[in-house]
């Protein structure tokens, strides 16, 4: 299914469609969690994330004050801004596209706002960009208000290049970065084991070798910013990050293959996922 985009609304018609097709599928009884990784526009989000990388995106937003304000920039329904308002309750998010409550009577929380990125005005201390639409570039608004901004994108085309998706020509330095499954990696796995019966088990553990991850997480921050939130966010990592304390959905993500720090033979250098690397 078409991810939903950030910036255009889809035609009512299509998300009617695609709705159709969810519910068809969830009436077939699948298996726990599988529709977040399938249809992630109704019960997902477009990168494949564990708890460990909300903790992260909280304490980089701590390390900058004790009540960092914070804002999810295209944040769909809300899914990781959810999470991450579970440690930073004052945390918001915006979204252009409101059709997706209207379409299906959804309550839109008060903390989503419906509005462009161009519009924003006020200054916040994080900014995360889950998603930018390629061809579509709003970096030097959220450059405007924010102090630190964490960015996530994929190789295969998000932001037309990769360059697009960066913020150094915006007066920011990358303080680190560290890399995760997209959503279609997972799809990927989940649709060869258990939605594609013609495979058989050599071709699906043929498959299954060739696998990578090509979300990226990069971290940005004002110059005088970085030194501080380098230093908390590798104390972090080294004291206090817990790889059991997860979500109940992560479960899907070990059985594709996308353990916490397994190393993915296909990638080359820096082959582990969720590991971290310092600018």
């Not at 564990?50 to 960092?68: F, G, H, Q, S, W």
């Not at 908390?232 to 790889?243: F, G, H, N, S, T």
């Amino acid at each position: 299914m078409r991810k939903k985009s950030k910036l255009v609304p889809f035609a009512i018609h299509e998300l009617h469609s695609a709705y159709r097709a969810y519910r068809q599928f969830l009436d077939c009884n699948p298996p726990h969690h599988h529709a977040r990784y399938i249809f992630p526009f109704f019960r997902g989000s477009y990168f494949a994330y564990r708890k460990v990388d909300v903790l992260r995106t909280v304490e980089i937003a701590k390390a900058i004050c004790a009540n960092p304000s914070y804002i999810d920039i295209g944040c769909g329904y809300g899914d990781f801004l959810d999470k991450v308002r579970q440690l930073l309750p004052d945390a918001r998010g915006i979204e252009k596209d409101g059709s997706m409550f209207y379409a299906f009577q959804i309550s839109k929380p008060d903390y989503i706002s419906l509005m462009p990125a161009e519009d924003l005005s006020e200054s916040v201390d994080v900014a995360f960009v889950g998603w930018m639409e390629p061809g579509q570039d709003f970096r030097r608004f959220v450059a405007k208000c924010a102090k630190c901004v964490i960015t996530t994108f994929d190789t295969g085309g998000q932001c037309g290049i990769n360059s697009a998706c960066e913020y150094e020509e915006f007066g920011f330095q990358r303080v680190a970065w560290w890399r995760t499954p997209s959503w279609i990696d997972v799809n990927g796995e989940l649709m060869n084991r258990y939605y594609a019966p013609s495979l058989d088990s050599g071709k699906k553990e043929q498959l299954a070798k060739l696998r990578t991850a090509h979300n990226f997480w990069y971290v940005y921050a004002k110059p005088k910013l970085t030194a501080n939130i380098r230093s908390c966010l590798q104390w972090w990592l080294k004291k206090v990050e817990d790889p059991n304390d997860r979500f109940d959905f992560e479960s899907i993500l070990d059985e594709c293959g996308f353990h916490y720090m397994e190393e993915l033979p296909a990638l080359g250098n820096n082959r582990k996922v969720w590991e971290v690397k310092f600018d």
